[in-house]
């Protein structure tokens, strides 16, 4: 499936120091500087790093090779897997020996996908264009480090304020609005009639909204805040928040992919439990057949990029365990005890439903 001019036109842009990307490298869209950057400092022990400036240094295209150690940092927190560096040559460091040493008693990993050296993926540039736009527009507006300011501000509130369960269902309702903005950033939603993006709104939000809640809650590592902890129990009851948990510790590690992921779920065409309403017109059903063009796009996508990482047996068991990990999440959220959670996605179904009308 070909994308049409009307598809994302953003560079591939390094999430590191912002200079042009070549591809995915070690599980982020990097440029070769910074790939090579990583395979080299990677796996040395981090004291050989210091930073002379309160390792606080800004990572830029110009300003990279000031600090190693706060550009390795930075590596780290975006994802970047020292697990799929890979070496030719047996005369390496004897730490480098002892991850070779059991290589056969496991499969090895992939090496990154990387578009200037001879790479057998079968994604085309366009589709890297696409998948790093995917991870762009989330990033757009640092949903994580909001998330994280968020948090600290209820934790730095009086205990009567910072225990109601209002301050912790803001914090909810922002991961849930965050998936709605991106959602609204992708061009493939606006080329939808508006009777297909009501329908996915309407029909994807809560399972939608609760699979961006657990990669923010992990990535921010919220139940380490004992104000958010407790006004989740409060909330949602102690049960709820061990089943929350357990979703987290099963949910995807690499970060581009839960992205792609996350836009595959919203482009579903349903992701609810079903309630037949035989009194409701049959128009919004029938116009969601305009969905089938973006999902062989992005599902083809996601199906290329699995295949080339975990080789076709490990595709197929990723795909599965995502398909399965969202039933999941539908049978989970249609047993939500919380009236005040309904009532808070409710009223965002509403309002952003009522905003596509105004905005048609």
């Known amino acids: ?34 790939k090579a950057f990583f395979r080299r400092h990677a796996l040395q022990p981090i004291y050989f790093l210091q930073c002379q ?21 930075k590596c780290f927190s975006f994802g970047m897997n020292p697990k799929l560096i890979r070496y030719k040559s047996k005369n390496h460091h004897h730490h480098h020996h002892r991850l070779l040493k059991n290589k056969n008693q496991r499969l090895p990993k992939p090496p990154p996908l990387n578009l200037l050296e001879n790479d057998s993926s079968t994604l085309t540039n366009i589709e890297w264009n696409l998948l790093s736009n995917i991870t762009h527009v989330y990033d757009r507006e640092n949903p994580i480090e909001h998330a994280k300011y968020m948090l600290e501000h209820q934790a730095s509130l009086p205990p009567k304020l910072r225990s109601k369960a209002k301050s912790t269902l803001d ?3 922002y991961y849930y609005s965050t998936i709605q903005s991106f959602l609204e950033r992708v061009p493939y939603f606006h080329d939808l009639s508006i009777d297909a993006r009501r329908a996915l709104i309407q029909h994807n939000s809560f399972t939608l909204g609760t699979y961006n809640s657990l990669l923010l809650i992990r990535e921010t590592n919220a139940f380490d805040y004992s104000s958010y902890k407790f006004g989740c129990q409060n909330l949602y009851g102690y049960e709820n ?25 919203a482009f579903s065409e349903n992701c609810s439990i079903v309630s037949l309403d035989y009194s409701q017109s049959m128009t919004t059903m029938a116009s969601t057949i305009s969905l089938f063009h973006t999902q062989n796009i992005l599902v083809s996508m996601l199906w290329k990029y699995l295949n080339y990482q975990y080789g076709f047996l490990g595709a197929a ?25 309904s009532d808070m996605v409710d009223t965002l179904i509403e309002n952003t439903t009522r905003s596509l009308t105004m905005h048609d």
């Not at 070549?22 to 910074?34: A, I, Y």
């Not at 928040?241 to 792609?260: D, G, H, S, Y």
């Not at 068991?317 to 959670?341: D, E, G, M």
Request: glycine share 4%; charged share 20%; aromatic share 6%.
């Open 53 to 73: 400036h309160g390792n606080n240094c800004e990572i830029t295209q110009l300003t990279r090779g000031n600090c190693s150690a706060c550009r390795l940092r």
């Open 317 to 341: 068991k990723c795909f599965h365990s995502f398909i399965q990990y969202v039933l999941n999440l539908i049978r989970w959220t249609a047993r939500n005890p919380s009236t005040q959670h």
């Open 171 to 173: 914090i909810v309702e």
């Open 1 to 34: 499936m070909v994308l049409t001019k009307r598809s994302w036109h953003l560079p591939l842009i390094c999430q590191i120091c912002g200079d042009k990307a070549r591809g995915m490298n070690f599980e982020v869209m990097t440029c070769m500087s910074c």
């Open 241 to 265: 928040c061990l089943m929350t948990k357990k979703f987290i510790t099963a949910l995807e590690q690499n970060r581009t992919l839960v992205k792609i992921m996350l836009l595959i779920t």
